[in-house]
């Protein structure tokens, strides 16, 4: 049976596309969009080449589903099932996932699958390998466009308070406030952050920071944010940084304001340049105790059941991130272009089928 997806033909190219809809083994299941979102990665990958050559390769890796078929050792889930879908969908069994960074089960980074070593999710169907383990069911009181943002978008957000280890009382500064940068800010304010300074220019991401817990607002076009946060802190800097947007030289930056003992937590995509620099003085000559983490998302259904749980007790609003809802299939390409232009009242576009 054949099936349209949209897809990346080559770098810089994208368009629909024709074809088998894919095979589901023993452990798998076949699952179809309900709502889906492009992502920043999508824009990376296509424009810049982030991860090389692909080809005909359908694109996306954020979706709410239904699952259509399942293989025959799946115990937990059924056809009609409604699911939440991780961006990350490890080898459970994999000695990294033993390990416990399942993220890069079968390689550094390879627990990414979708969009980056098989078809993603814009396509009519696709396929998730150990459904059991990487599948969570949507709870029935969820929006399911809202609940898109648990794919990547509070994962990975989160994933930068983690890594950062923010703690009750801590001052964090975080850089970047697209949409993961926001869920960085909600998550700092959920673990007790006091000071929660947010860098960023679009109004509406600014207006957004503030309602998930941002007491202050910087504008990296109004100077060196280095600068502006010595100054909010009278020269002391901030506990934990976690970097969700900027380039290669957000990094200079995030070790001159973070305090020694301090921890820096980044989830930014950093696909250009061979090096990331560290400042030899701020970084205390090498002893300065000023931690540098940088991670991809943890992926798997007890993550997925718990981070969904936040948005069923109302600790978590993701809605506040969906500034542009398309209905229908055919609105995918619109809605990837809008996540490459990034239009100044965008956060997140969010097609529901
Ligand atoms: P956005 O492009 O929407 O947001 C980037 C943010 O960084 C914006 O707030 C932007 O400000 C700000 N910014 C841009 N330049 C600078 C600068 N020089 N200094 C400080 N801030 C700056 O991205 P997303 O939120 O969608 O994604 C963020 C990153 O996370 C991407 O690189 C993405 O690929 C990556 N990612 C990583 C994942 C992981 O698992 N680790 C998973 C998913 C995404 P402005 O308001 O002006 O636009
Ligand atoms: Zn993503």
């Not at 980056?116 to 009181?141: M, Q, R, T």
């Not at 994933?159 to 923010?166: I, S």
């Not at 006091?194 to 860098?199: E, I, R």
Request: hydrophobic share 40%; glycine share 14%.
């Amino acid at each position: 049976m054949k099936m349209k997806g949209f897809a990346m033909l080559g770098i810089g190219k994208t368009g629909w596309i024709e074809k088998d809809v894919p095979a589901c083994g023993p452990l798998d299941a076949i699952v179809k969009p309900l709502a889906v979102s492009p992502c920043t990665s999508d824009i990376h990958t296509v424009w810049e080449g982030a991860i090389g050559e692909r080809t005909d390769m359908i694109l996306g890796h954020e979706a709410v589903g239904e699952i259509v078929e399942v293989g025959k050792l799946v115990k937990d889930l059924k056809v009609g099932d409604r699911v939440i879908v991780p961006a990350i969908t490890p080898d459970w069994g994999s000695l990294e996932a033993q390990a416990g960074y399942s993220m890069h089960s079968g390689g550094m980074l390879a627990g990414w699958k979708f969009s980056n070593f098989k078809d993603g999710v814009f396509g009519e169907y696709f396929h998730v390998n150990e459904a059991d383990a990487n599948l969570a069911i949507l709870p029935d009181s969820l929006d399911p466009a809202a609940a898109v943002m648990l794919s990547d978008m509070v994962p990975t957000g989160f994933h930068g308070v983690e890594l950062a280890d923010v703690q009750f009382g801590d001052s964090v500064c975080v850089i970047g406030i697209g949409p993961v940068g926001l869920m960085s800010v909600a998550g700092a304010a959920l673990r007790g952050a006091s000071h929660l300074y947010a860098v960023g220019s679009r109004p509406n991401c600014v207006q957004a920071a503030k309602e998930y817990g941002a007491t202050d607002v910087i504008n990296y076009k109004d100077g060196d944010i280095v600068e502006q946060i010595m100054e909010k802190t009278r020269g002391k800097g901030v506990d934990r940084v976690i970097v969700a947007g900027g380039d290669n030289d957000t990094f200079i930056q995030a070790v001159q304001m973070v305090k020694p003992g301090g921890v820096i937590g980044n989830v930014n995509y950093l696909g250009s340049g061979d090096y990331v620099r560290i400042p030899r003085v701020e970084w205390g000559c090498g002893m300065g105790h000023k931690t540098i983490a940088g991670g991809l998302m943890p992926g798997g259904r007890r993550r997925m059941e718990k981070l969904a749980s936040l948005m069923e007790t109302g600790r978590l609003d993701t809605s506040k991130l969906l500034t542009h809802r398309f209905q229908g299939f055919e609105h995918l390409e619109e809605a990837l272009l809008l996540m490459k232009d990034k239009p100044r009242d965008l956060i997140k576009p969010v097609v529901v089928m």
